[in-house]
């Protein structure tokens, strides 16, 4: 178990709380995290993009015109590719771009990215997310305090209560805050910072080793 210092919103370190070394001290697995970020992106896509082949396309099968002697090249039909109006030749049609990654492979890219942001000092515990009323203003302010001013991902226990702060960080373009059951690996690898609540940092050490 290794030690962290516990933030207020102030940015005051108030104590010290111990967090596991198995989902927050170990070697990250690059190739897993890959991995993981791949199966979000592709699970983005719709795969419902679609093009008209010449069996599709309305219009006439009659050749446009006889086909010798006229000077033109040779056509069979206004429904070709290279008419206007004409058919898509190899063009994309409704497919899935699912990709799979099992259960062990998905929960060690998730401590991989964690222990990486906090070998980085890219990790911050704070005691809680609990603001008073719901004003974006507070919610800059505890940026500020911190000093982050690049995209920061906020993380809460469920059991909390993080109303607020969840609407107010939410007008903030360089902010996201999240549960620790909706925490995924895109997110932590695309935020500069991550910023943990006590126990979200405490429960994560069960939920993830």
Avoid: C
Avoid at 132 to 152: L, N, P, Q, S, Y
């Amino acid at each position: 178990m290794a030690n962290i210092e516990v933030f207020n919103l102030k940015a005051e370190a108030v104590k010290s709380i111990e967090i596991a070394d198995e989902v927050f001290g170990i070697e990250p697995n690059q190739q897993v995290m890959f991995d993981a970020v791949m199966v979000y992106q592709a699970s983005l896509r719709q795969g419902t993009h679609s093009t008209k082949t010449r069996a599709f396309v309305s219009g006439t099968g009659k050749k446009p015109f006889r086909q010798k002697g006229t000077g033109r090249a040779r056509q069979g039909s206004t429904r070709a590719t290279q008419w206007r109006g004409g058919a898509i030749a190899f063009g994309p049609h409704p497919r899935k771009y699912n990709l799979k990654q099992n259960r062990k492979e998905r929960r060690l890219a998730l401590r991989s990215a964690l222990s990486e942001k906090a070998a980085e000092n890219n990790m911050t515990v704070v005691e809680n997310l609990t603001l008073d009323e719901i004003k974006t203003k507070k919610a800059v302010a505890v940026m500020d305090a911190f000093g982050f001013d690049r995209k920061t991902l906020f993380v809460a226990d469920p059991a909390e209560n993080f109303d607020n702060a969840f609407y107010s960080f939410r007008n903030i373009p360089n902010a996201m805050l999240v549960t620790l059951t909706s925490l995924n690996v895109y997110d932590i690898v695309n935020a500069d910072k991550i910023v943990f609540t006590e126990s979200a940092a405490t429960k994560a050490g069960e939920v993830f080793a």
